[in-house]
């Protein structure tokens, strides 16, 4: 069994672009199940995500977004929206832009309500960390930086934090942060567009076990690909190659999703 925590999907308009490519994607990787995740514009809402991937519920799981920014003091509409989907399953947890968009997750006084609805739920925060795609343009890194959520693990200990990406290229100090913090971890996804090279593949593998050697701890890492930007396939390839025992290789590849965001 296999759960890629981190995937997304295309849209144009109302209809999701690559929905089918992403199961067949799957099918033939062996991953069994999916997080889905929204993102901030409207293009692909936590709504739309909710709307097409209602059919496949149980297989794909859908992680919301908000644009805390947008909705500088977020009304009780949103929130209680929000704790709806939190509260019957309907998302597992909520993911947040922080270099795309421009804010720390430390600056409670704009996140605090969302916060506390993700520890009221029991369910996890998730952070772009590290490294922001140039195409995207506009980015400001510092927001991104692992050290940041640092700060916030440490204000918020009952929340629970997922670092998408190691923080990658910083991902000596993201593992350190889930070293020193109990409620934090990371997921491995996006080193690599399209297929790993011998080379990328030698830079993340090393990376994993550093992560894993490190951290003295074979709970806090979690697999995950950035699917359709990262290829499963190759991924699953890559992982397949590390040499870590059954245990750890099953939390890797699917305890820990299961744990961190309480799939059913
Ligand atoms: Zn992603």
Redesign the pocket.
């Known amino acids: 069994m296999i759960i890629d925590a ?1 995937t ?1 999907l295309r849209f144009k308009g109302e209809d999701v672009v690559d929905l089918d490519a992403l199961l067949t994607s799957m099918r033939e990787s062996g991953v069994g199940q999916a997080l889905v ?1 929204a993102s901030p514009n409207r293009e692909c809402s936590t709504e739309r995500l909710l709307r097409v991937l209602q059919p496949h519920k149980g297989k794909l799981h859908v992680v919301g977004s908000v644009s805390p920014l947008a909705v500088r003091y977020p009304g009780k509409v949103l929130l209680d929206q929000l704790d709806r989907w939190l509260g019957d399953g309907s998302i597992v947890a909520l993911k947040f832009y922080l270099g795309y968009q421009h804010f720390y997750p430390h600056n409670d006084s704009l996140l605090g309500p969302y916060y506390e609805l993700l520890e009221h739920h029991d369910r996890p925060a998730i952070f ?1 960390t590290g490294d922001c795609h140039v195409e995207i343009g506009g980015a400001i890194l510092k927001y991104a930086h692992p050290l940041e959520v640092d700060v916030l693990a440490a204000q918020r200990p009952n929340l629970r934090i997922v670092m ?1 990406h190691i923080g990658n290229p910083w991902t000596l100090d993201a593992t350190e942060v889930c070293y020193n913090k109990k409620n934090v971890y990371a997921d491995c ?2 080193f690599v567009c399209g297929d790993f090279s011998t080379k990328s593949e030698r830079r993340f593998t090393s990376i994993v076990h550093e992560f894993f050697d490190y951290v003295e701890s074979d709970e806090k890492l979690l697999f995950g690909t ?1 699917w359709p ?1 990262s290829n499963q396939d190759s991924y699953c390839a890559a992982i397949a190659g590390l040499r870590f025992n059954d245990k750890a290789m099953e939390n890797l590849l699917f305890r820990n999703a299961q744990r961190v965001y309480r799939l059913p």
Do not use: K, R
Request: no cysteine; proline share 0%.
């Open positions: 981190h997304h995740l772009h998408a996804s996006g950035d930007i």
